[in-house]
C-alpha cells in the first residue's frame, strides 16, 4: 500500500532549463509534505518542505507547489544544474501527532552539461 | 556543528549473528528517528524515539528488532539473530521538536 507516489523512476534534463518532479499521495491525513536529495552512499538531506495550509513554497532555485484537491505536489528546480543530479524523495507526514514521516520510492533526476 | 553521527557505516554479519546500530543525534535534537532502505525501494520507518521513551514502533519487526534511546549515549538499534533479509541501509535521523528531520550517512548491513 503505497501511500506516496513517485511514479517515474527517472528524468534527464538539459542544463539551465526547468526540472519537474512530481508526487502523489492517497493518505488525506497527511498535513505536512517535504522533498529529499539524496547522493549514493549519503543519507537523504532535506530540500524544502510545505505544510497543507500552503499550495506554494519557494527557496532560491526550489519551489514546491501543492494541490490538495488532486493529492499531488511537484517539486520545480530551476535552473538545473549538474550538481542536482541525485535521487530525489518526496515524503509526508501525517496529523495527530504522528511524526513519522512516509517515503516515495524516489526517482533519479540527471541534469546534464 | 556536527550532524547526525551513524557508525558503523558498514557493517557486514554473518546469519544469526546480531547487529548494532549507533546514532548520535544533532546537539540539541532529542527526537530520533530510524528509518531502512531496502534496495529499490523508499526508506520506510522503523521506530520514533525520545530519551528513554519509545513512542512510535510501529514500523519495527515483532521480532528481533529493537530500539533504545538512553538518557545518556547513542541511540541504538539491535538486530538479533540476523538473517539476509535485514540487508538494507539502516537510516537514523534526529529533529528538534516537530521540526524538520536530519538524516545521518547510514549504516550499510550485509547479511552473509
Known amino acids: 500500500d503505497q501511500q506516496v507516489k513517485q511514479n517515474s523512476p527517472s528524468l534527464s534534463v538539459q542544463e539551465g532549463r526547468i526540472s519537474i518532479l512530481n508526487c502523489d499521495y492517497t493518505?488525506?491525513?497527511?498535513?505536512?509534505f517535504l522533498w529529499y536529495k539524496k547522493y549514493p552512499a549519503e543519507g537523504p538531506t532535506f530540500l524544502i518542505s510545505?505544510?497543507?495550509?500552503?499550495d506554494k513554497n519557494e527557496d532560491g532555485r526550489f519551489t514546491v507547489f501543492l494541490n490538495k484537491s488532486a493529492k499531488h505536489l511537484s517539486l520545480h528546480i530551476v535552473p538545473s544544474q549538474p550538481g542536482d543530479s541525485a535521487v530525489y524523495f518526496c515524503a509526508a507526514r501525517g496529523k495527530g501527532g504522528s511524526e513519522k514521516l512516509v517515503f516515495g520510492k524516489g526517482m533519479k533526476l540527471t541534469v546534464n552539461p | 556543528n556536527a550532524g547526525v553521527m551513524q557508525n558503523p557505516r558498514h557493517l557486514v554479519r554473518r546469519r544469526g549473528q546480531e547487529a548494532r546500530l549507533r546514532c548520535s543525534p544533532m546537539k540539541g535534537h532529542s527526537h530520533v528517528y530510524w528509518y531502512r532502505q531496502l534496495p529499490e525501494e523508499g526508506l520506510k520507518f522503523m521506530v520514533y524515539?525520545?530519551?528513554?521513551?519509545?513512542?512510535?514502533e510501529s514500523g519495527m519487526p515483532k521480532e528481533r528488532f529493537s530500539a533504545e534511546f538512553p538518557k545518556e549515549g547513542p541511540s541504538i538499534l539491535r538486530i538479533q539473530q540476523v538473517v539476509r533479509g535485514d540487508s538494507a541501509a539502516y537510516f537514523c535521523?534526529?529533529?528538534?521538536?516537530?521540526?524538520?528531520?536530519?538524516f545521518g550517512p547510514g549504516t550499510r548491513l550485509t547479511v552473509l
Open positions: 510545505i505544510s497543507s495550509i500552503k
Open positions: 524515539l525520545q530519551k528513554e521513551n519509545i513512542i512510535d
Open positions: 535521523a534526529s529533529s528538534h521538536r516537530l521540526d524538520e528531520q536530519f
Open positions: 493518505n488525506s491525513m497527511f498535513d505536512y
